[in-house]
């Protein structure tokens, strides 16, 4: 049983990474070919250097880990800024702590942690400068049309009518969890409601969560840009030593510190915030639907 999930594993993160050699075909800086990229991971998956870490939305805490080794410089590439809060609401909040404590944190603090131990640092840094965190996200307009594919509104409103839907729980649990969102009213109270027509009012409340997980990161000293286009690529890189990743086509995460690896990855993100939007475009407001359609415009 063990030896056919290692290669199930193993398969779908073989076209995982075909997935991404092709992606990154683009950019001059990365692997020369799709099966240099391929050949490299096939071995890898047989060493030390790059695991598996988990599905969606098992796979947050181990992403945690990763944030949690940071010494001086963290880097995210992700759709959202609340990733796997609607799925995993309560494993999310020890995420987020995590990159908060990361964005509080000192290079000297980390270097008495023992989170810098065997790597280059900044030598122009003072060791009483904190950490420095870029997130790299889908623009606003973009993560709404990615929220109304990932709640397909006949699916999701039937399977919310479903008493044993994971569904059902999933929408349950995440309202309990942000009872702020709705108040004066009960997640129960309010699944009613979302299945008497008001679906765009829930994939309104999302947008305002993770308008106010922007905010937060933003007041904490968080770097945000919103990508120029939808990536499927997704990225957690700890200074240059270490790496989350994994594929919006097929959910599954694992984590490498394989050089080469890491440097592929490192061109990928740095093209994609040399191309991005600062977050000041777009920070008065969770939906920004109206400027975008003026943006588009000029």
Request: aromatic residues 12%.
């Amino acid at each position: 049983m063990k030896r056919a999930f290692e290669a199930i594993t193993f398969i779908l993160a073989l076209v995982a990474i075909i997935f991404a050699a092709i992606q990154y075909s683009d950019s001059h800086e990365l692997i020369k070919s799709n099966k240099a990229l391929t050949d490299r991971v096939e071995y890898l998956l047989g060493t030390a250097s790059t695991k598996y870490i988990d599905e969606f939305p098992k796979d947050i805490l181990g992403i945690q880990e990763v944030v949690s080794g940071t010494c001086e410089n963290l880097d995210i590439m992700v759709s959202v800024p609340g990733y796997a809060q609607y799925s995993s609401p309560r494993d999310f909040d020890r995420y987020k702590a995590a990159l908060i404590a990361v964005a509080k944190s000192t290079l000297r603090e980390n270097k008495a942690a023992k989170k810098c131990l065997g790597k280059k640092t900044d030598p122009t840094r003072n060791d009483d400068e904190s950490s420095r965190i870029r997130l790299l996200l889908f623009r606003p307009p973009d993560r709404r049309t990615m929220m109304a594919d990932q709640f397909q509104k006949d699916r999701f409103l039937a399977a919310l009518q479903d008493p044993k839907s994971e569904a059902k729980q999933r929408f349950i649990t995440f309202f309990a969890a942000n009872p702020r969102l709705i108040p004066n009213t009960t997640p129960d109270a309010y699944l009613q409601k979302v299945q008497n027509g008001s679906y765009d009012e829930f994939l309104s409340q999302l947008e305002k969560l993770h308008h106010l997980n922007e905010v937060l990161y933003c007041n904490e000293g968080v770097s945000i840009r919103y990508s120029s286009e939808r990536f499927s690529t997704y990225l957690w890189l700890q200074d240059n030593e270490q790496a989350a990743f994994s594929y919006d086509t097929n959910r599954i995460t694992f984590r490498t510190n394989d050089q080469t690896l890491i440097k592929s990855f490192r061109s990928l993100f740095e093209d994609a915030w040399k191309k991005s939007t600062p977050f000041d475009d777009y920070k008065d407001s969770p939906s920004m639907a109206t400027k975008s359609s003026a943006l588009e415009q000029q």
